[in-house]
C-alpha cells in the first residue's frame, strides 16, 4: 500500500516537473510574447501556391 | 500600352476571390480607393478584368496574386489609416543601417525593425508570407500587438537595405529599430513574472493533491506515518511558491515595512507567512497543515498581477514610437555635395536636404524651395501645410511634394520630437500612483489585524492559557484574517469588467484604471478627430448667379479628380453622392498649398483659396465663411462660385455629452485652434468651459492645476500633440484612428471611432466599482463573522479555511455576475 502511493507521488512529481520544464522552455523561447496573433495565424490556410508562371501575366504591353 | 486598356469581355465574376472586389466598379482593386477615370488601368488577371487607379496598385496586385497570396483580400480589414503617399521615395543603404544588424554567424544575420503601416492581421499575413519568398531571406516574425518585427537573412545571399526595400515595395514602410534599455527591462519583468505564476499554479497543482489527502485524512483518520510523509511533500512543494514565486511579495512588504507605511503586499506577505510559518511549526509538533493557504494566496494573486503587467507594458514603447518617427540619418549638405550623417551629429546652422517622401529629421527653417508638409502624426490636423522660404518645420512631419533645404536651428536632443516624449515622460513621473481600492483597504486593515492578534495573545496570556495556546489562537486570529477574498475581490470584477468591455471595443489598461475611470468628474476633449471626425466635408455648395449647384460641382469635381489632397477627396465624395463621375479631360497642374489649375476643353479652370484666384486675375467677391475653408472655383477668369469645407462635428457627440452631463460630468474643450473655432465648437455641444491657442504643455498645465484643485480628470485625444497631456490626466482616452503615440501613452482605448463608447466605458467602470464594493464588503463581514471566533479561540483552523473557500466563491460569482449584467445591457 504505502509503497505504491510513493510510487504515484514520485510519478506525479515527475510528470509535474516535465510539464513545468516544458512550460519554462516555451517561456524562454518568447512563445507568450506575442499572445494576440495565435489567433490570426490559426486560421491561415497555407493551401494558397504560386499560380503558373505565365499564366497570370495576361496581356503584356 | 494601349492595349492594356483594350476592351475584353468582361468576367463573369463567378471566381470567387475577386468577386467580391469587383463588387464596385469604380474603386480600386488593390488600394479601394476610388479611381480617377483619366488614371483607370485596366489589366487581365487569371482571366478577370480587373480595375486599379495607377500602375503602383496593379503592380502590387500582380505581386501578391502572382504569389498566390489572393486571401489577403479576402481577409482584410482595414479600419486604420495607413502611410501617406510619398512615404516611399526613400532609399535605404546598407552603410546607415550596418549598425542594426545583429550577426549570429557567416550566414545568418537578424534585423529588428518596427513596421509602419500595418492596419490589420492580414497585413501581418501577407509581410510574412511574402518575405520568406524572397532570396536570403529565411524567417520574418512580426508582432500583432507592437508592429516589431525580426528578420533574418542570409547576408552573403542579401543585403539588409535589400529587406527594407521589398517591404517598402509592399506599401509598409520599415525604420530600423533597437529596442530601448527601459523596454528591454520591462520585456524581462514581464517573463520573470510569468515563469514566476507558471512555477506557483505547478507546484499548488501538486500541493492540491497532497492537501486533498490531508483533509481526508483529517475527517476519516489516517496513518501518522503516511501523514507525516505527505506533510513533508507538501512542505517541499511550498517552499518554492512562498520564497520564489511569493518573492515579488516578500520584497514589496519589506518595503512597505521600511516606509512605516501599510499595503496589499504586506497583507498577502502577513496572511502568507503566518500560515506557511505556522504548518511548518504544526508539521515538527505534528499537528494541522495549511501550506495551500499560502501557496493559492500567492498564486491567485500573482495572476491578477499578471494581466496588470501585460497591459502597462504597451505604454512605454509608446514612446519609442515617437522618437522612431524623426529618421537616424539625414543628408548633410556640404558645398555641393550631400553626405549622409547621423541626425545626433547635426548643429544649428547646418544645412539639410529632405526628398520628397522623407520625415524631417530635426527641427529646422525652410532655406530654399516650397512644399506641402504632412503633420497629421504631430498635430492630428489633417490637411497637408503648405511650408515655403522661411517657415519652421517640425521634426517628424512627412516632406510630401518637393525637395527642400533646411537650416537646422535645434540640435536632435531638442527637437520637437525628443521635446514631445520628454514631456509624455515627465508626465507619467509626475502622475501621482493611483492608490487602488484594495491598498487603502490595507492600510486600516493591516494594523488592524496585528492589535486583534496581539490583543488575543495579550488576553490569554493574562488569563489562565498556557504559554503556546495564547500564541496558537493569535495565530489562528492571523489565518484567519488571509486576504484570499480581499485580494480575489477587486481582479475578478476587474477581469469581468474589462473581458465585456472589450467585447465592445472598449480597452482598459489595468484594474485601477478602471477604478478611475469610475470616479472621474471632469473630461476635457480634443477638438480634431475627437470631438470631429478629424477630416474636412464639404458643408455647403454657393454656385455664382446664373451657375447651378450641379454644374460647380460637376466643374469642381474634375478638376479635383486627380488630388490626393484631403479637400480634393471631399469634393469628389460628395460630386460621387451627387451622381456625378469625376472625369479631368486634360492634365491638372497643382500649386502647392494654393489650388489647381486645368486648361479643359471648355477653358481655363481654376480651383483653390481666394488669394490663388485674385493673383491670376480672376473677380472674387467679398464673404463671411466664418470658420469653414473655402474653395473659389473660376472658368475663363470668371467666378463660378464656391465650395464650404468644414471639419463636421460627430453626429453622436452632442447626445454623448449630454449623457456624460447627466453622469455630472463637466466637460471641457481643450484646442490648439483659433478661439472662434472653439467657441463654435463649445457653443454646439453646450460645453462648460473652452480654451483654445492650447500648446501640449498648456494642456499638461491646465489639467495639473485642475488637479491640485481636488478634480480626476479624463483627457480625451488623439494626436501626438496631445500624447503629453493625456499621460498626465488621471485617465487618458484615446480613440481609433488617433496616431499610435496617443493610443499607447493612453489609459483607456476606444476602439471604435464613435463616442457613444466613451458613454459606455464610464458606464462600465461604475458599475464594476459597485460590484467591487460589494466584494469588499462581503469579504470584511466574513473577516467580521471570524476574527471575533478565532480570537475567542472558538474556531477550529479547518472550519476557518472552509469558511475562506466560501467567502472565495461568493466573491467570485458576484464578479461573474457583473459580466453577465453588462452584457445584457448593451
Not at chain 2, 193 to 210: E, K, V, W
Amino acid at each position: 500500500m504505502i509503497k505504491s502511493i510513493i510510487i504515484l507521488i514520485i510519478l506525479s512529481l515527475c510528470i509535474g516537473t516535465a510539464a513545468w520544464l516544458f512550460f519554462i522552455w516555451t517561456v524562454k523561447r518568447g512563445d507568450f510574447d506575442d499572445v494576440e496573433g495565435p489567433k490570426y495565424r490559426m486560421l491561415d490556410d497555407d493551401d494558397d501556391s504560386p499560380s503558373q508562371p505565365g499564366a497570370s501575366q495576361g496581356e503584356k504591353p | 500600352m494601349s492595349s492594356l486598356n483594350a476592351t475584353a469581355p468582361v468576367s463573369t465574376g463567378s471566381c470567387c476571390s475577386i468577386s467580391e472586389t469587383m463588387a464596385s466598379p469604380d474603386t480600386c482593386v488593390h488600394c479601394n480607393l476610388p479611381i480617377p477615370p483619366a488614371d483607370l488601368v485596366v489589366d487581365q488577371i487569371d482571366g478577370k478584368e480587373l480595375h486599379f487607379c495607377c500602375r503602383g496598385c496593379q503592380g502590387v496586385y500582380r505581386i501578391i496574386s502572382g504569389a498566390g497570396l489572393d486571401s489577403f483580400y479576402r481577409n482584410r480589414s482595414w479600419d486604420q489609416q495607413g502611410v501617406a503617399s510619398g512615404a516611399f521615395d526613400a532609399e535605404y543603404d546598407d552603410a546607415s543601417l550596418a549598425a542594426h544588424v545583429i550577426r549570429r554567424d557567416e550566414t545568418v544575420a537578424e534585423i529588428p525593425l518596427l513596421i509602419e503601416g500595418i492596419r490589420c492581421a492580414s497585413c501581418v499575413w501577407l509581410l510574412e508570407k511574402l518575405l520568406v519568398r524572397e532570396r536570403g531571406i529565411t524567417t520574418m516574425r512580426i508582432n500583432y500587438g507592437t508592429h516589431r518585427a525580426v528578420v533574418r537573412f542570409n547576408p552573403q545571399e542579401t543585403t539588409p537595405a535589400r529587406v527594407l526595400a521589398s517591404i517598402s515595395r509592399l506599401g509598409y514602410l520599415p525604420h530600423p529599430f533597437s529596442p530601448g534599455a527601459a523596454q528591454q527591462a520591462a520585456a524581462r519583468e514581464q517573463r520573470s513574472l510569468l515563469i514566476r505564476f507558471g512555477t506557483a499554479a505547478f507546484l499548488s497543482m501538486q500541493l492540491m493533491g497532497f492537501s486533498f489527502a490531508l483533509y481526508g485524512g483529517y475527517f476519516h483518520g489516517i496513518d501518522p506515518d503516511i501523514r507525516r510523509l505527505i506533510q513533508y511533500l507538501a512542505a517541499a512543494v511550498a517552499t518554492p511558491v512562498v520564497f520564489y514565486a511569493g518573492w515579488p511579495f516578500l520584497a514589496g512588504a519589506w518595503r512597505s515595512l521600511r516606509n512605516r507605511s501599510a499595503s496589499m503586499d504586506l497583507l498577502i506577505c502577513l496572511g502568507v507567512c503566518t500560515a506557511y510559518g505556522y504548518s511548518i511549526a504544526a508539521m515538527i509538533k505534528g499537528g494541522e497543515v495549511y501550506f495551500d493557504t499560502a501557496a493559492m494566496i500567492i498564486t491567485l494573486i500573482l495572476l491578477g498581477r499578471l494581466f496588470e503587467s501585460a497591459a502597462r507594458n504597451r505604454s512605454i514603447s509608446g514612446i519609442d514610437k515617437l522618437l522612431q518617427l524623426a529618421p537616424d540619418s539625414a543628408n548633410r549638405v556640404v558645398g555641393d555635395e550631400t553626405q549622409v550623417v547621423s541626425s545626433a551629429s547635426l548643429t544649428p546652422g547646418d544645412i539639410i536636404l529632405v526628398r520628397p517622401g522623407e520625415r524631417i529629421p530635426v527641427d529646422g527653417q525652410i532655406l530654399d524651395g516650397v512644399t506641402e508638409v504632412d503633420e497629421a502624426t504631430i498635430t492630428g490636423e489633417p490637411m497637408p501645410a503648405l511650408r515655403q522660404n522661411g517657415d519652421r518645420v517640425a521634426a517628424g512631419s512627412l516632406n510630401l511634394s518637393t525637395s527642400i533645404r533646411l537650416e537646422v536651428t535645434r540640435v536632435a536632443a531638442e527637437s520637437f520630437i525628443a521635446r514631445m516624449a520628454r514631456l509624455v515622460e515627465e508626465a507619467q513621473d509626475r502622475k501621482a500612483p493611483i492608490q487602488s481600492m484594495a491598498d487603502r483597504v490595507a492600510t486600516i486593515f493591516v494594523p488592524l489585524v496585528t492589535i486583534i492578534a496581539a490583543g488575543t495573545w495579550a488576553f490569554w496570556w493574562f488569563s489562565e492559557a498556557s504559554h503556546a495556546e495564547a500564541l496558537l489562537h493569535a495565530v489562528s486570529v492571523l489565518i484567519v484574517a488571509c486576504p484570499c477574498a480581499l485580494g480575489l475581490a477587486t481582479p475578478t470584477a476587474v477581469l469581468a469588467a474589462s473581458g465585456s468591455a472589450a467585447g465592445k471595443g472598449i480597452l482598459f489598461r489595468g484594474g485601477d484604471i478602471l477604478e478611475t475611470t469610475a470616479r472621474v468628474d471632469l473630461i476635457a476633449f480634443d477638438k480634431t478627430g475627437t470631438l470631429t471626425h478629424g477630416q474636412p466635408t464639404v458643408e455647403q455648395i454657393i454656385p455664382a448667379p446664373g451657375q447651378t449647384e450641379t454644374a460647380l460641382l460637376e466643374l469642381a469635381s474634375h478638376v479635383e479628380s486627380g488630388s490626393n489632397h484631403p479637400l480634393a477627396i471631399a469634393v469628389q465624395t460628395r460630386a460621387r453622392a451627387a451622381g456625378i463621375m469625376p472625369a479631368p479631360d486634360k492634365p491638372v497642374t497643382a500649386v502647392p498649398g494654393r489650388g489647381l489649375q486645368m486648361n479643359g476643353i471648355n477653358g481655363q479652370v481654376l480651383a483653390g483659396s481666394r488669394a490663388f484666384l485674385t493673383d491670376n486675375g480672376v473677380e472674387v467677391p467679398a464673404l463671411d465663411s466664418g470658420i469653414r475653408t473655402e474653395v473659389h472655383l473660376a472658368l475663363d477668369g470668371n467666378w463660378q462660385g464656391l465650395l464650404l469645407l468644414n471639419d463636421l462635428l460627430r453626429e453622436e457627440a452632442e447626445e454623448t455629452v449630454g449623457k456624460l452631463k447627466k453622469l455630472g460630468m463637466a466637460t471641457v474643450l481643450l484646442t490648439g485652434d483659433r478661439p472662434e473655432t472653439a467657441r463654435q465648437v463649445s457653443d454646439m455641444l453646450a460645453l462648460a468651459e473652452y480654451h483654445a491657442n492650447m500648446n501640449p504643455a498648456d494642456k499638461t498645465a491646465w489639467i495639473e492645476n485642475r488637479q491640485d484643485q481636488g478634480h480626476l480628470v479624463m483627457m480625451v485625444g488623439d494626436g501626438i500633440n496631445d500624447a503629453p497631456a493625456l499621460s498626465m490626466a488621471d485617465v487618458g482616452c484615446a480613440m481609433a484612428g488617433g496616431t499610435d503615440i496617443a493610443l499607447e501613452t493612453s489609459d483607456l482605448v476606444l476602439n471604435r471611432p464613435h463616442l457613444e463608447s466613451l458613454y459606455e466605458a464610464i458606464f462600465i467602470a461604475r458599475k464594476a466599482m459597485q460590484v467591487i464594493k460589494q466584494n469588499l464588503f462581503w469579504a470584511f463581514t466574513y473577516n467580521l463573522i471570524t476574527i471575533p471566533l478565532a480570537a475567542s479561540g472558538k474556531l477550529a483552523p479547518v472550519w476557518a479555511a472552509a469558511a475562506m473557500a466560501g467567502s472565495s466563491v461568493l466573491v467570485v460569482s458576484n464578479s461573474l455576475r457583473l459580466g453577465r449584467l453588462l452584457r445584457r445591457t448593451f
